[in-house]
């Protein structure tokens, strides 16, 4: 009881049971409270949640208002205002900005910068000093050091980190020096109250300072002490736990992002503009003189000023400009720490030591700084660069490769680019990185089928940190990387985009360009077709396991063919009878006690796909192995560029038939005839493939219980029929009634209901809802419970009676009454004003059909509503009485169920 009382759960944590309590009352309890009690109570609440809301707009103000608008002011004080006075002066100032949300935006982008660079450099600075991630060439704070006393004495070693210097009396000399200054005090009978109350006071200072040295070896992992300090949690820093303490680590933090904006915004800034203006023409005419082309030298004017008048020009035009300083800034601060780390650790000549001001900055400290600021900006630039830069490569390069098949020019591609740069580019970035990730997941499942040890070179994240090797990896094998990879995909992206696509665009100009016309000028016109793209198809498509099983076949079947005809099958994919030859496990961890569990962990490091120690497999070594290496290579290209040709043109071509049943002549956004096409071709291998399955195991077909599977397949398609397409439409048709409509069109306008389009927004809200069910509710809510209960059937039994009774008639029943009883109202007054017609009345006194049938669809929504908020309404009082009847009278509560058999009785027991 004592357990359930500290951590407030109802229920058995090994069988689930749920407890029920039953709550126990004062004696003097009232059945009603007295109004002037429930006043008191609705008083003291009403002031206690003020005061929550206050606090909460107090730190919402604070932290989304003031620190972003300030950060904002301090980015336009360095960079864009130019009368620093004034802004200074309106730096903390709101009103005045003509741009207040930009601001704010603006402001949350820096602190967000601030916190992630600031994680990012703690982050660096454990993992160097504690996970290994340290070069050789870095020196940790806490590394030993020679001894400059020692330098005289060759024979005397150097001492060791962890213990005193000599010069240092050892513990014990201390010890007998301090008995002997307390044996010449005089006796303890002969102190004075002063004395006595002095030596209290220095026992007490002893004692602190031994609490202070036990709580820092604590700290330091020794054992003993006391925590040096708690954990401060989060709540307590932004404020959400009521207190006022989140305004001082706010002040904080506004410093922090103002230095932030100087140190790693204008420095960088500055250096980087200073690079690309003054010394990016010299660089040039360099290159230009050392290489000595004479076309070159010839059509280029090697002239100072012009060069960079012409490269400030561009500059200043260009949207990007911010961009390219900070990158080339950053290049440059990497650089400048290298030299001074450099500098520092060699001190060729003497020149740190013999100055007295400098000799203190080259301590290990202040070296292990500069070395961790240089790996911090190094890795910053790699991992932009590979991030950032190389993805907006890559997709532009597609996209300037694809111009012929989308029928664009670049002309056109330069005018949308100059309309919207960010767009543009993050375009090209998310094309860019589709494309390096589906290749790399291509690369890693052709290691995997392959012979073990034909791709050595090739990676995975399980074999490598590809973050450790940005810090680890000089910059020189970075850069050869970097070159390797750039050209590797060139080379791809010009055999599978450029190559095929100007081969059709010139031999089958009836097929390209595609077509990019939209089917109607409304954008609704095409929900239909959009909605089956992305939620259907798309999903399908590109499903893990699926496609994951047919490119390993795809890949074993080409292997297999191409290695027969080139003799080169035992290269790539082995041989049966030659046997694997087990690496030497370098990293193997197990202790020389650890026996079967050693074994065993080294069978499973074995067993892995991705692991570094998996067995490499021999082969047999062909003659002229060289020359059929390179027929292979040649080969591969030449099927990848078969097979990206044929993705653009037979897919487009089966879609262009499929989707002209639906549509007719009228002609089809070729993306949609895309993806149709590619999910028609999926469906139809997927359903041959499962067909050759059957006729390969020879199913006898006298065996099977035809009744038993023609029942299955009836209630199947009855199922479907109710949840798949009468439910779908039917909440369609009540959203389009009740919100699209109202919003549309005025209450004497009739609107004309699209069976497709209410399908698409009902399959949509079903598809919401039933996300919402399976994550958001609890686990005794009854919807869950008959999806899990329609699940745990299956086909084979299937329960019609079940879904029609949980999902069917609940859902059907309110909304067929919702739709049919405004119309009924409608029509009936349509007939009663025909009957009694009189021609002397106007007609404009009465009201159409569609106005009745709006208005009472109108009035049935906010009835429905009204009766909800006063439901919401009585239930909120009456937990407000309950809760203050609480507070003054509860005493306990009594558990009723502690035992689930239900025939059990258990005294009970009150907490």
Same mark, same amino acid.
């Given at each position: ?545 699926? &496609? ?5 076949? +795809? #890949?074993?079947?080409?292997?297999? !063919? $191409?290695?027969? @005809? *080139? %003799? ?66 040649? &080969? ?5 560029? +078969? #097979?990206?040709?044929?993705?653009? !043109? $037979?897919?487009? @071509? *089966? %879609? ?73 439409? +039917? #909440? ?180």
């Amino acid at each position: 009881m004592q357990w359930l009382h500290h951590s407030q759960r109802h229920y058995c944590e090994l069988c689930q049971h749920r407890f029920t309590f039953r709550p126990i009352y004062a004696p003097d309890t009232p059945s009603r409270l007295p109004p002037y009690v429930l006043l008191r109570g609705v008083k003291q609440r009403t002031f206690k949640y003020a005061k929550k809301i206050v606090h909460g707009l107090l730190v919402l103000a604070v932290w989304l208002v003031f620190l972003p608008n300030y950060c904002a002011r301090v980015e336009s004080l360095l960079f864009r205002e130019e009368g620093y006075a004034s802004a200074v002066l309106r730096l903390l100032w709101i009103g005045n900005s003509p741009r207040p949300a930009s601001d704010i935006g603006e402001g949350i982008i820096i602190m967000g910068l601030t916190m992630a660079i600031l994680f990012s450099f703690v982050f660096l600075r454990d993992e160097i000093m504690h996970n290994g991630w340290n070069p050789g060439w870095i020196v940790l704070p806490d590394a030993p050091q020679p001894n400059p006393a020692n330098n005289n004495n060759p024979l005397q070693p150097d001492a060791p980190p962890n213990e005193m210097p000599n010069d240092m009396p050892p513990l014990e000399d201390a010890l007998l020096a301090n008995a002997a200054v307390q044996a010449d005090l005089p006796p303890p009978a002969q102190l004075d109250l002063d004395n006595a109350a002095a030596v209290d006071d220095e026992d007490e200072d002893a004692q602190a300072v031994g609490e202070a040295a036990g709580a820092n070896g604590d700290a330091n992992g020794d054992a003993g002490g006391v925590p040096f300090a708690d954990d401060i949690a989060l709540a307590h820093i932004v404020g959400l736990d009521g207190s006022y303490a989140f305004l001082e680590y706010a002040f904080w933090f506004s410093v922090l992002c103002g230095g932030f904006v100087t140190v790693f915004y204008l420095l960088p800034y500055t250096s980087g503009r200073l690079v690309v203006h003054d010394l990016g023409p010299i660089m040039v005419m360099l290159g230009v003189k050392v290489l000595n082309v004479a076309p070159i030298s010839a059509n280029i004017s090697l002239n100072y000023s012009n060069m960079h008048q012409n490269l400030t020009n561009v500059l200043t035009n260009s949207p990007y400009r911010t961009a390219i300083y900070l990158y080339f800034g950053y290049c440059t601060f990497a650089i400048c720490f290298s030299y001074t780390y450099d500098i520092l650790g060699k001190d060729l000549f003497g020149f740190i030591r013999s100055i007295p001001y400098v000799r203190r900055f080259n301590t290990p400290a202040v070296k292990f700084g500069i070395g961790l600021f240089y790996l911090a900006t190094k890795t910053g630039v790699l991992f932009f660069t590979e991030a950032v830069l190389f993805p907006t490569l890559f997709g532009g390069l597609a996209d300037l490769s694809s111009m012929d098949i989308f029928n664009t020019t670049l002309a056109d591609r330069l005018r949308i680019f100059n309309s919207a740069p960010g767009t543009f580019i993050f375009v090209h970035w998310i094309v860019g990185v589709l494309f390096i990730s589906y290749f790399v997941w291509f690369v890693l499942l052709t290691k995997e089928t392959l012979r073990p040890g034909l791709l050595w070179f090739v990676r995975s994240y399980q074999e490598s940190n590809p973050f450790k090797e940005l810090v680890m990896w000089p910059c020189g094998k970075s850069i050869r990387n970097l070159a390797f990879v750039l050209g590797l995909f060139l080379i791809i992206i010009g055999v599978t985009i450029y190559l095929p696509i100007r081969f059709l665009c010139r031999n089958f100009s009836g097929i390209f360009p595609y077509n990019l016309t939209q089917l109607e000028e409304s954008p609704i016109g095409e929900l239909t077709i959009q909605f089956a793209v992305l939620h259907y198809i798309g999903p399908s498509l590109f499903q893990q396991s699926t &496609l994951r099983t047919f490119m390993k076949w +795809l #890949i074993t079947t080409w292997s297999d !063919t $191409v290695g027969r @005809l *080139l %003799g080169l099958r035992s290269y790539l994919l082995g041989d049966p009878a030659v046997p694997l030859i087990i690496p030497p496990n370098n990293n193997n961890n197990n202790a020389p006690n650890d026996g079967d569990l050693g074994v065993a962990h080294d069978q499973l490091d074995m067993m892995l796909v991705n692991s570094p120690n998996r067995p490499v497999q021999s082969y047999q070594r062909p003659p002229c192995f060289a020359a059929r290496v390179v027929t292979l290579l040649l &080969l591969l290209a030449l099927t990848g560029c +078969l #097979i990206s040709g044929a993705l653009l !043109t $037979v897919p487009v @071509l *089966l %879609g262009r038939l499929v989707l002209g049943f639906w549509f007719g002549a009228r002609p089809v956004h070729d993306i949609y005839t895309l993806f149709t096409g590619l999910f028609t071709v999926a469906v139809v291998t997927k359903g041959a493939r499962s067909i050759t399955r059957q006729l390969r195991t020879r199913v006898q077909l006298r065996n099977v219980r035809w009744s038993l599977w023609v029942l299955v397949v009836a209630r199947t398609a009855v199922a479907s029929a109710m949840v798949l397409i009468w439910l779908p439409f +039917l #909440i369609g048709l009540t959203f389009e009634v009740t919100i699209l409509k109202p919003v549309a069109l005025l209450f004497d306008q009739s609107s004309i209901f699209q069976i497709y389009r209410c399908y698409v927004f009902g399959a949509l809200i079903v598809k919401i809802l039933l996300t919402i069910c399976l994550v958001a509710v609890g686990e005794n809510n009854p919807w869950k419970m008959a999806l899990d209960q329609v699940y745990a059937n299956g086909f084979r039994n299937m329960n019609l009676k079940l879904i029609f009774t949980a999902f069917v008639w609940p859902v059907s029943t309110p909304l067929l009454l919702y739709l049919s009883l405004p119309f009924f109202m409608a029509r009936t007054y349509n007939m009663l004003a025909l009957w009694n017609e009189n021609p002397d009345v106007n007609d404009d006194k009465f009201f159409t059909a569609h106005t009745i049938e709006g208005v009472a669809h109108l009035m049935f929504v906010c009835s429905v509503a009204a009766i909800l908020g006063l439901l919401a309404s009585f239930g909120f009082c009456k937990q407000l009485h309950d809760q203050i009847r609480d507070e003054l009278f509860l005493v306990g509560k009594r558990l009723v169920n502690y035992d689930n058999r239900a025939t059990l009785v258990v005294p009970s027991t009150a907490v």
